[in-house]
């Protein structure tokens, strides 16, 4: 398994902006895809999106239009820059890499320990 390192996460108030981080602490196939789910409170967890090895990015209904996500392949980072959030957006954010870049998180088989995003109203 592939460690990776969150960080980034925080308190913030609705409207306002955060940025996650995530890195590899080691190597992976340079054909792995990276990105994020989050757990929300009295919910499933939810795909937010993920970036292909080749930078191509593709998100979740709830984060179109307001995140982004962003590869550094050469420091084996990505990122998942969130505006305007909302209250709605509160919860445990994971970061994830593996064959895939798509919606299936049994596909990805390195997850993140989590960060806490909290947006108060």
């Known amino acids: 398994q592939v460690p990776l390192v969150e960080s980034g996460g925080g308190l913030v108030q609705a409207g306002e902006s955060l940025r996650l981080s995530c890195r590899v602490s080691?190597?992976?196939?340079?054909?792995?895809?990276m990105g994020w789910f989050r757990q929300v409170p009295g919910a499933e967890r939810e795909f937010v999106g993920a970036?292909?090895?080749?930078?191509?990015?593709n998100y979740g209904y709830t984060a179109r239009g307001r995140f982004s996500i962003s590869r550094d392949s050469a420091k084996d980072t990505v990122h998942l820059q969130m505006n305007s959030l909302k209250p709605e957006d509160t919860g445990v954010y994971y970061c994830?890499?593996?064959?895939?870049?798509?919606?299936?998180?049994?596909?990805?088989?390195?997850w993140g320990q989590g960060t806490q995003v909290t947006v108060s109203s």
């Open positions: 970036v292909t090895s080749g930078g191509v990015a």
């Open positions: 080691g190597r992976t196939p340079s054909t792995y895809g």
């Open positions: 994830v890499a593996g064959p895939c870049s798509g919606a299936v998180s049994a596909c990805y088989n390195a």
